[in-house]
């Protein structure tokens, strides 16, 4: 079975700072990744995905994620943070066997001014 | 329609009574999946269905809980008889493929009391 883990629930950071936010995942087959965001008090919106190819992946708002199969990890970053960037993030795996995603637990990304 | 639309966005209801959530996915999306958020956690799964079928169910917490699907459109999820543990956002999502991930709604607060 496959299992994601979002080691930092909450991660403060100030305008303008770079931030990097961790998700590692287990499954003994091949897998899809995404990261998802969640504004307060909505659904949850698709940042970006991994599915083959080059390692690195670009999404939406600036942030970007780079697969890392050895180590199992699918890190989000970001160069530069916004007062606007203030959410849940959460990780997610899709492995070749199923059709559902597992989702991490979340990491509060709290961006001060 | 042009997203995932969810009702009631906020139901409040008595231990013990019966709700229905529903949930309208995207057109055309032959996958249909529920998810609990409650406060702290990550996303649970629930139950996935394929057009009309739920190939996966296992994450039903208990017979109290039902779905269905009908017309390969929308779906009502049941709680029967329900606790405070039932407290959660309800979230419904659909997808078309596999590899493009969920659109999901803005899910339904359900509190009990």
């Known amino acids: 079975a496959q299992s994601v883990t979002q080691l930092d629930s909450q991660v403060p950071v100030f305008e303008e700072a770079p931030v990097e936010l961790r998700c590692n995942y287990s499954?003994?087959?091949?897998?899809?990744l995404f990261w998802y965001v969640q504004y307060p008090n909505q659904g949850l919106q698709l940042l970006l995905k991994?599915?083959?190819?080059?390692?690195l992946v670009k999404g939406i708002n600036g942030f970007e994620a780079e697969f890392n199969k050895s180590q199992t990890s699918f890190h989000l970053r970001k160069p530069s943070v916004h007062i606007s960037d203030t959410a849940e993030y959460f990780c997610a795996v899709n492995a070749a066997n199923t059709d559902k995603l597992i989702f991490g637990t979340g990491t509060r990304l709290q961006v001060f001014p | 329609g042009a997203g995932v639309s969810q009702s009631p966005s906020n139901k409040v209801t008595e231990k013990g009574k019966d709700v229905e959530l529903r949930c309208d996915p995207i057109?055309?999306?032959?996958?249909l999946y529920w998810y609990r958020q409650s406060l702290g956690q990550g996303l649970e799964f629930l139950i996935y269905f394929q057009g009309n079928s739920a190939p996966d169910k296992s994450g039903l917490p208990s017979d109290r809980f039902s779905a269905e699907r009908t017309g390969g459109s929308v779906s009502t999820l049941t709680i029967q008889r329900t606790q405070q543990e039932d407290s959660a956002v309800y979230l419904c999502?659909?997808?078309?493929?596999?590899?493009?991930?969920?659109?999901f709604g803005s899910g339904t607060r359900l509190t009990v009391v």
């Open positions: 057109s055309g999306h032959t996958a």
């Open positions: 499954s003994s087959v091949s897998v899809y």
């Open positions: 999502a659909s997808s078309l493929l596999r590899d493009q991930g969920y659109t």
């Open positions: 991994y599915l083959s190819g080059s390692t």
